[in-house]
């Protein structure tokens, strides 16, 4: 979204969120994966945000540190005096920018940039002072109340609840705390604010009574999502929020086109993508940066963070963590992909079979009760039923190499640094500790041997010494 009239964004976070009771500082406290500032820094940018600023306090250098990734500016409150004082630490960073000024609470995780970018437009179209969003709601206890001219209809002032007359606490039209300011005209109202109310401190909302006061229009879009202003202010709001968000995002991926077979146990993180045709069953948690190819099926009851999914694969109760599937690869049931599992089409993983660090390559089997270990596997090759990779000597781990078209018979043991060519074939049951040359056989274990007739004989004898 490219707005007309630039804007700087104004993310308030220093709050405490005592509500919250947690170490953590409020706006960390993760919705779907992200924590709950980055979801409006996001929104910000979505809208199209010049520059930003996150005021921070309340572990400020946390916070810092969660946004590394993102062009940002950071002011600190150190005296946590409203949130109109916290605007008033942002304002010689905006002292120069001829513009507007969105101030948004860091606690709305669900506001949507293109929301951002409507009020900024009104503003705009308007030539207004400010701009404010304000919902109407039957029961908006706790929230400032929009108070308006009684003949006019015009907006006068935001009252907080605390601070409401009798009358006033009837009202239903609500401030969610999103708000554009003219930046010249913010910067004028804000050495105006007084603390001389019940909580104190220094309220931003008093800005926007300041402004009309002093003859200023301000432009006022009521909206009908309240939702999107959802503020988390103590543990059940972050569920609430967390669960509005979960939805959100499944139904954005069913726009592209996924099939999500059960919203209701079906967690997609913020940062995950899925490609049209993809089918995701119930219980499933896809977290992290992963992505999913087109035709691929993920589910039921799986768990997969930061991988790559190529196309047409199949992953079948299974638990996979930076891993990679090429295209039409298949896993599962419970199979553990861990970080540095890498398929190349077509290899296919059963039940009970644990990869990490290691390649296999195209149209590898691995299909039951196995553990391949920093590892590289040649095309082809059938790794048989209870093969382990002996990859660690307490020490240090080590590698296993196999070629292609190789067969590693059933409950073998290959103890690294161990390098077994193409075409070899392992006989079931060794123990390899040598390397084993290309087109050879290896058989380590002991060499059966048959006595014939000693059991009878064995079991005669028992018999007759019992009578
Ligand atoms: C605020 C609004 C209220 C509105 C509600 C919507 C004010 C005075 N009131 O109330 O009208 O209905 O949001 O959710 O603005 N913060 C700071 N520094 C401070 C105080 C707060 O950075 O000194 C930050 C907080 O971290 C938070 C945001 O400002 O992200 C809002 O503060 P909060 O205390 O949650 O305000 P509310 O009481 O919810
Ligand atoms: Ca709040």
């Known amino acids: 979204m490219s707005v007309t009239s630039p804007f700087i964004g104004v993310i308030l976070a220093a709050g405490q969120g005592l509500r919250m009771k947690s170490s953590l500082p409020k706006v960390l406290h993760p919705v779907c994966g992200l924590p709950m500032v980055e979801w409006v820094v996001r929104a910000m940018h979505e809208a199209g945000a010049k520059r930003i600023i996150v005021v921070v306090g309340n572990g400020a250098d946390k916070v810092r540190t969660a946004l590394a990734d993102y062009d940002l500016e950071f002011v600190e409150q150190s005296e946590r005096l409203g949130t109109g004082h916290a605007v008033m630490m942002a304002a010689p960073l905006i002292q120069d920018w001829e513009g507007q000024v969105v101030v948004s609470a860091g606690d709305t995780p669900l506001l949507e940039g293109r929301t951002i970018y409507d009020l900024v437009e009104r503003l705009t179209e308007e030539g207004s002072a400010a701009a404010l969003t304000t919902g109407i709601l039957d029961d908006p206890s706790g929230y400032g109340r929009i108070v308006r001219n009684k003949v006019t209809g015009e907006f006068e002032e935001i009252v907080e609840h605390k601070n409401c007359t009798p009358e006033q606490l009837l009202i239903k039209e609500w401030n969610p705390a999103l708000y554009s300011f003219n930046s010249k005209l913010l910067l004028e109202a804000l050495p105006q604010l007084s ?38 202010n103590d543990r059940w709001q972050l569920a609430e929020a967390s669960s509005l968000k979960r939805i959100q ?87 553990n992909l861990r970080p540095g599992a890498h398929l190349l089409p077509e290899a296919k993983i059963g039940n009970f079979v644990e990869i990490k660090n290691s ?20 095309a082809r090759t059938n790794i048989g039923a209870g093969t382990i990779t002996c990859n660690y000597d307490g020490f240090s781990k080590h590698r296993t190499l196999i070629g292609a078209d190789s067969f590693i018979g059933s409950n073998s043991t290959l103890v690294a640094p161990l390098k077994i060519g193409d075409e070899v074939m392992i006989a079931a049951g060794s123990v390899v500790t040598k390397d084993v040359e290309s087109g050879d056989l290896a058989v380590g274990r002991g060499r059966q041997e048959n006595k014939p007739e000693w059991y009878r004989r064995w079991k005669n004898q028992k018999v007759t010494a019992d009578r």
Not at 202 to 230: C, H, M, P
Not at 287 to 304: E, M, V
Not at 359 to 366: A, K, Q, R, W
């Open 195 to 232: 603390r001389d109310n019940k909580q104190g401190e220094y309220l931003l909302t008093d800005v926007l009574g300041i402004l009309r006061k002093s003859g200023y229009w301000i432009a006022v879009e009521t909206t009908r999502n309240n939702d999107q202003f959802l503020g988390v």
């Open 249 to 335: 995002i499944l139904r954005d991926w069913c726009e592209i086109g996924a099939t999500i077979l059960d919203p209701g146990t079906t967690f997609i993180g913020a940062d995950v993508t899925l490609e049209p045709d993809c089918v995701i069953l119930p219980n499933t948690v896809i977290d992290g940066k992963t992505s999913i190819g087109t035709g691929s099926a993920i589910g039921p009851n799986s768990w997969i963070k930061d991988s790559v999914i190529g196309q047409n694969c199949r992953i079948f109760m299974s638990h996979l963590d930076q891993a990679v599937m090429e295209d039409d690869c298949r896993c599962g049931p419970f199979s």
């Open 359 to 378: 390649t296999l390559g195209s149209e590898v089997s691995v299909s039951h009760l196995t553990y391949i270990g920093d590892s590289q596997v040649g």
